[in-house]
T-cell receptor
């Protein structure tokens, strides 16, 4: 079983809408989480990190972490066509810097 | 942040041959990582490379198949030995930003093995 699971596998939202992506870890050693975005033909780029319970907001992006349930989510408000990409949740245990990636969510924002 | 460059961008090789992928950072970094990604799938951590020590490989990846060198704090190479069609994928190098909690990725090397 993959240690970091994402849902949904794909998601379509209208321009200006809210996109919500989910990620769950099955390993309690994972205490640090990141969201990455990968446009076609490019390397993954970090959107934000979240290490503490609760919400973290950066512009249109809000991440939420619940360590008790090992669940992290990403919410994108006012979605833009340029947000269309593959989104990955990544997790790490303390200090290792070795990232374990989820299976990804393909987001399509329709103009 | 740190910028990572990879060479080549893409390569096509015949089964049984070896090829080398280079990764250069624009600043000194402690650890460099190599990941493998099959078409639009998850990224799999292959190995961790620190200067002056042998790379540490994850399950499913071996030193004989994917030797990695890390001669200094800005450079690393990944070699794919005895390439097979199943090795056709994208290979990324990455490293942490100095004093940051974020890992940065290179643009990737797209490998096709015929």
């Amino acid at each position: 079983q993959q240690k970091v699971q994402q849902s949904p596998e794909s998601l379509s939202v209208p321009e200006g809408g809210m996109a919500s992506l989910n990620c769950t870890s099955s390993d309690r050693n994972f205490q640090y989480f990141w969201w990455y975005r990968q446009h076609s033909g490019e390397g993954p780029k970090a959107l934000m990190s979240i290490f503490s319970d609760g919400d973290k907001k950066e512009g249109r992006f809000t991440a939420h972490l619940n360590k008790a349930s090992l669940h992290v989510s990403l919410h994108i408000r006012d979605s833009q066509p340029s947000d269309s990409a593959l989104y990955f949740c990544a997790a790490s245990d303390s200090g290792s810097w070795q990232l374990i990636f989820g299976s990804g969510t393909q987001l399509t924002v329709m103009p | 942040s740190v910028l990572l460059y990879q060479k080549p961008n893409r390569d096509i090789c015949q089964s049984g041959t070896s090829l080398k992928i280079q990764c250069v950072a624009d600043s000194q970094v402690v650890s460099m990582f190599w990941y493998q990604q099959f078409q639009e799938q998850s990224l799999m951590l292959m190995a961790t490379a620190n200067e002056g020590s042998e790379a540490t490989y994850e399950s499913g990846f071996t030193k004989d198949k994917f030797p990695i060198s890390r001669p200094n704090l800005t450079f690393s190479t990944l070699t794919v030995n005895n390439a097979r069609p199943g090795d056709s994928s994208i290979y990324f190098c990455s490293s942490e930003g100095t004093g940051e909690d974020t890992q940065y990725f290179g643009p990737g090397t797209r490998l096709l093995v015929l």
